[in-house]
Structures are given as C-alpha cells and as structure tokens.
C-alpha cells in the first residue's frame, strides 16, 4: 500500500498580484505538510508536490473550488514517500521559461488529444510525433518513432523550428512530461505557419496511468527525487546506454561532480566503478560528492526553513 501521492500539474490562468499569492499559496501548502517546487506567474500556475494521499486531496478540491483553477488537469501517481524533501513556492515571468511571453495558451494552441485519442493515430502515416523536451529527457525515453530536438533547455525550442519546416504538411502532435511546455510549443507552431498541430494531453504521465504507456521506449526523467519513473506497462523497451561503458542502461543518475552535474545513464558496475561520476576528470575533481549508489544529491539544505522569506499567513482565498 502507498500512502503518499504525486502530483503534477499547470493551469494558464491570469494571476494578480503573483507575490502576493505565492505568500498565501506558500502557507497553504505548508497547512497540507506538501512538499515540492510551485512556480506563480502572471500568466498562472506551474507545480509539482508530493504528500500523503489525504493532504493531496484536499490540495486538489480546495484548489478546484477557486474558479481561476476549477478546470486543472492534476496528473496524479501513488508513491511509497515524499518525493521531495523541501517545498519551494516562487514567483518568475512564465510558468515554464521559453520566452514567448506573447503567447497566450488561452487564445492559441494545439488541439488537445486525450491519451486514447493519441493511442489511436499514433502510428498513422501522416502524422510526426514531436517531443519538445530536452536532450536528457528523450535520452532516457521517449515515443517510438518520435523526432527529438537537440536542446538543452526548452527556451532553445523557438530556434529549432525552422529544423521542422519539412513536416507542415503532416499532421503534428507534440508531447512533454505533463502537457505544460507543449501549450507554447504547439502555440508557437501555429504562429510560423504549421497548419495541423495536436498536444498529447497530460503529457507522457497522463498517457501512462489512463493507456498503460504502449510504445513509449524507456522511461520518463521526472523532476523530483526518483529521477525517471517507469511508464510503459504494455511494451517496455530500454533505448539508453551506459554513458560510461556503452552497454544498455536506463539508470539515470546526475554526475558526482557538482560542478558538472550530467543528467545521464550509467550502470550499476560504471556507477561504483566511476564513484558516480561521468568521466575520470570528473572522479578526480576535488569537489566530487559522495555516492550512495543512487545518482541524487539533495542540494545543501543551508538549515532550510519553509517560513524564511515570508512575511505573514493568509488565507488562500482572501
């Protein structure tokens, strides 16, 4: 039995005052013991938290019952802890960083597939499924037959669509972790003049609970403490390979190195061999941290305090 629940989700909704409320959303949070990393934005909403399944739920209906974020899609997984270990609520100028603050996903997007809409022509001729992630993210696992971009970051998305000029005539569906950063992407598509551009709704999560992640090949990087998470219960197929020694590995680990950090694949042996590092430099560098065989590195909680910074409790909906 898991007691606890993820939950991943966005909402575009025009927020007010967006300090003001990441205060009020803070000590929400901090009422329902959830833990995790909420981006407020003028344009709205951007979150994932973990907690027990009692306080998740009352997260999402208190949530619901505020009409700014009744129509939230919250993609929910059953997990056996927290799968963070400190909550952050902050305030930036998008929810999700590409820099096309000219668009509103209200007013312009991709048509929404839910996940047996998209199971369904998946595979059909005319059309391109289009992962908009980063290049760590499709490393690790992707749709069978996706085109992948070589980006780091999705703010690198905008320059990479001219690379994509030979599929406007083809039926486009773009997909993510969640559905958040395919709102813009699918957006921006439409803006340069592709005709026919779809979104897998709920990203590969939703995909995963609702159709048992059919032909999605490896596993999904998720930003929290599991690092990847498993999504296809039909099919399973591991396409990454040990960054170290090259044998077939979807283990993903970030490097010991802190300084540089690689999100990559390495094998249980590389792992304890390398001291989880990436390359030799890297096991030599002075500052490498200690390995636990796992490949995380919760960042120096500094006596972390969720009440630093805030300046007084409110109530969510005054």
Not at 38 to 45: F, R, S, T
Not at 255 to 260: D, L, R
Not at 306 to 316: A, D, F, I, S, T
Request: charge should be neutral; glycine fraction near 6%; hydrophobic fraction near 30%.
């Amino acid at each position: 039995m898991k007691d606890y629940s993820i939950l991943l989700y966005y909402c575009y909704t025009p927020i007010e005052n967006p300090e003001e409320f990441r205060e009020q959303h803070h000590f929400f949070c901090l009422e329902l013991n959830l833990r995790g990393r909420i981006i407020v934005a003028p344009e709205g909403l951007n979150g994932t938290v973990s907690g027990l399944k009692a306080d998740c739920q009352a997260y999402i209906e208190r949530m619901k019952a505020d009409s700014r974020f009744a129509q939230i899609d919250f993609k929910v997984e059953e997990t056996e802890s927290h799968a963070f270990t400190k909550l952050h609520v902050r305030t930036k100028p998008e929810i999700v960083h590409v820099d096309l603050l000219h668009i509103d996903p209200n007013k312009q997007t991709g048509k929404h597939l839910s996940p047996a809409e998209f199971k369904a022509i998946k595979d059909e001729q005319d059309v391109v499924i289009l992962d908009v992630r980063s290049n760590y993210e499709h490393a690790v696992g992707k749709f069978k037959n996706a085109v992948t971009l070589d980006i780091e970051n999705f703010r690198d998305f905008p320059d990479k669509v001219s690379e994509l000029e030979k599929y406007k005539d083809k039926k486009v569906i773009t997909y993510c972790t969640g559905g958040i950063k395919c709102e813009k992407a699918s957006a921006f598509l439409l803006e340069k003049g592709f005709k026919d551009v779809y979104q897998l709704h709920g990203g590969i999560i939703k995909y995963g609970i609702e159709q048992g992640g059919e032909d999605f090949e490896g596993k999904c990087y998720v930003f929290d403490n599991r690092i990847v998470t498993d999504i296809n219960k039909v099919n399973p197929k591991v396409i990454s390979t040990c960054f170290v020694c090259g044998t077939t590995c979807d283990r993903m680990v970030n490097c010991a190195n802190p300084v540089c950090n690689n999100h990559v694949p390495l094998c249980e042996k590389c792992g304890w061999e390398m001291e989880g590092t990436c390359s030799a430099a890297c096991k030599e560098h002075h500052e490498k941290r200690p390995y636990d065989g796992t490949g995380y590195y919760q960042k120096n909680t500094n006596h972390y305090n969720p009440y630093k910074n805030v300046k007084r409790e409110k109530n969510l909906t005054r």
